[in-house]
Each structure stands twice: as C-alpha cells, then as structure tokens.
C-alpha cells in the first residue's frame, strides 16, 4: 500500500482499506466508505456526511476542534468612506492572539 499523506481531521476515525484504496474504512463501525478515486482523486466528502450522520457526537467533536483553528473575519469601517462602506480583513495571527 502506498503511503498517503493524511491532512484531514477526519482521519482520526477512518483507515485506508488495505484491499482497495479506493475505500476507507470507519474505526467506529467497519463500514466501508468510498473515497471517490484514487491519490489526488480520492476525497473525505463521503467520510464526513458518514461521521455526520452515524457518529453525530464525534462529528460535534471534529467541528469543535476546528472551530478554535479557523480564522476570525472582524469588519472595520474604513476612514474617508461613508459608514455604510464596510470592509472585511481577516486577522493575523499577531491580532488572533
């Protein structure tokens, strides 16, 4: 089997299956669950709706914890233009923390 590089939360619940990369496989149930291709073809859509549906507390879980890692949109009204004119700027990380 191949080594894939595994960037998604999700991928704490799932393995690849080891007959068929095509296919992972739920650690909570062994349900087999299609990946929709292989490498750069292969995607998680299919794992999260199953997570969402079938495990709906790990799915809160998974939400939770990228909640803290995205970033803050923050709207500031920009000197010279009229109040209605508002823009927004995503924070650095400097301004996260």
């Known amino acids: 089997m ?3 590089k595994k960037k998604s939360p999700l991928w704490e619940y799932f393995d690849i299956n080891s007959d068929n990369n ?3 496989v739920c650690l909570l149930c062994n349900v ?3 990946r929709g291709g ?3 073809k292969a995607g998680t859509s299919a794992m999260k709706n199953h997570i969402k549906s ?3 507390d790990e799915f809160r879980a998974l939400n939770k914890d990228n909640a803290a890692a995205m970033p803050t949109t923050i709207y500031l009204a920009i000197p010279g ?5 508002v823009a927004k700027k995503q924070l ?3 301004e996260s923390f």
């Open 2 to 4: 191949t080594s894939v």
């Open 22 to 24: 095509k296919f992972a």
């Open 32 to 34: 087999k669950i299609s």
């Open 38 to 40: 292989e490498r750069k």
């Open 54 to 56: 079938k495990h709906p």
């Open 81 to 85: 233009t009229s109040s209605s004119s």
């Open 92 to 94: 650095t990380m400097t």
